[in-house]
């Protein structure tokens, strides 16, 4: 379903640019969709500020800016919002930001006393810059979209997981979620691939430090293939693993959308009995993960580009939920 296949779309008024976040990424969307990336430069002033400009026209174009706000955020999130305003400065008819990687995702609530809701703010950010709808990847956490005032095409990973793990043919095969939150992810993977569905309840102690208390779900006898959005410092990932494993799992598997893989993560994962990680491209994998011999990566390049045809051309983008 997600091989590549040619799309060939009229260029004068549909225009995709790209920022500096994953620019492997962004050049693999424009191939798919037949067109060159926009020309514009970017840079930095002596003191570190970024500066933007367009270099080409674009009045009246439906732009798509792809940049996923991964490592450095501030710096990348910065640069998006300035790409944006700069095309509503130039008169582009439609700005739509593509993000696979949403910043700060995972504060999306008030769940302590006085902390910012800073996914929230992000939106802001993206509406008051200028964006007309967003496209996005595997949300942290899918009412994310309710922030925004503006349309939001919230697409998901899992078609492109699922292909490789369908061809994988591991037999009969338990599907996990790490967290509770995780849980409608979780079914949804396991729905497509057949299989029930486990669920570890967590405990987090800290930010990034968490604890695993018990299994919920049968395991025995059977492999597991732990699914999940974003993997960090692979504390969360590890220790389901290990739980899994004194519960009788013959393997241990992991599926996840976003590597943002940073701290200790890549050692981590190279030191645990997990059998393969599969992520996507949605960011670049750092330095230390790309020697990562358990590490498997798939692209979601045809993915984002179907989406981008479908937003351009005003057709549903329900199959690419399929």
Not at 63 to 79: A, N
Not at 137 to 144: G, R, S
Not at 267 to 289: G, W
Request: aromatic fraction near 6%.
């Amino acid at each position: 379903m997600w091989a590549a296949e040619g799309i060939i779309l009229a260029q004068d008024k549909f225009k995709v640019f790209c920022g500096t976040a994953n620019q492997s990424l962004a050049h693999a969307i424009c191939g798919y969709l037949g067109v060159e990336p926009g020309k514009a430069e970017h840079g930095r002033f002596s003191d570190g500020e970024t500066r933007y400009q367009v270099l080409e026209n674009v009045r009246g174009a439906d732009v798509f800016v792809v940049q996923p706000c991964s490592h450095p955020v501030d710096f990348h999130l910065m640069q998006l919002l300035l790409m944006i305003d700069a095309f509503k400065r130039a008169s582009a008819w439609r700005i739509t930001p593509v993000i696979p990687y949403y910043p700060y995702a995972r504060q999306d609530r008030k769940d302590r006393p006085r902390v910012a809701i800073s996914a929230k703010l992000v939106a802001d950010l993206l509406e008051t810059a200028g964006s007309n709808r967003a496209l996005t990847l595997d949300l942290h956490a899918p009412q994310i979209q309710g922030y925004f005032n503006v349309p939001v095409d919230h697409l998901y990973a899992s078609p492109v997981l699922v292909e490789y793990f369908k061809k994988k043919n591991l037999g009969p095969i338990t599907v996990v979620s790490p967290d509770a939150g995780g849980v409608e992810r979780a079914r949804l993977f396991a729905k497509r691939i057949d299989a029930p569905l486990a669920i570890v309840d967590k405990r987090r102690i800290d930010i990034n430090v968490s604890e695993v208390m018990h299994l919920i779900g049968d395991v025995a006898g059977r492999p597991a293939l732990v699914v999940d959005d974003i993997i960090d410092t692979a504390g969360t990932l590890v220790k389901t693993a290990e739980a899994l494993l004194e519960n009788g799992a013959t393997k241990v598997y992991a599926a996840c959308t976003h590597p943002v893989l940073s701290g200790p993560a890549v050692e981590r994962i190279e030191k645990s009995q997990i059998e393969e990680v599969v992520v996507t491209d949605s960011v670049p994998l750092n330095e230390a993960a790309r020697g990562l011999s358990k590490l498997r990566v798939l692209s979601v390049a045809p993915l984002l580009a179907r989406g981008i045809q479908s937003i351009h051309e005003e057709t549903s983008i329900s199959e690419l939920f399929m």
